[in-house]
């Protein structure tokens, strides 16, 4: 069956940085396009980034521009998110899903698979 697994997620100040990865198993990865969601407590999951199957295309949302990378290693089936300068409006639990569309999509719903998700608090 297919699996993401997320991992990287912990406890940071306000500045600092951290990697995500996502590991993929049981889907063929470079079919699909991947995105990171987030969700704090209270609020709606939220898009951050998605990127295309080949990593050609990538998009952010605006609250992560400038700060956030998103890539991809088709050989090693894993999704990556380099976070930098982050701040205490990053925490959430974060979440990759991967959808078998030739376009980046925002939506939640469009996404087939996700993973459990893995906790980034930043501490002020």
């Known amino acids: 069956q297919v699996q993401l697994v997320e991992s990287g997620g912990g406890l940071v100040q306000a500045g600092g940085s951290l990697r995500l990865s996502c590991a993929a198993s049981g889907l063929t990865f470079s079919s699909y396009g991947m995105g990171w969601f987030r969700q704090a407590p209270g609020k709606e999951r939220e898009f951050v980034v998605g990127?295309?199957?080949?990593?050609?295309?990538?998009y952010y949302a605006d609250s992560v521009k400038g700060r956030f990378t998103i890539s991809r290693d088709n050989a090693k089936n894993t999704v990556y998110l380099q976070m930098n300068s982050l701040k205490p409006e990053d925490t959430a639990v974060y979440y990759c899903?991967?959808?078998?569309?030739?376009?980046?999509?925002?939506?939640?719903?469009?996404?087939?698979?996700w993973g459990q998700g893995t906790q980034v608090t930043v501490s002020s």
């Open positions: 990127i295309s199957w080949s990593g050609d295309s990538t």
């Open positions: 899903a991967a959808v078998r569309r030739l376009v980046i999509v925002s939506q939640f719903y469009e996404y087939d698979y």
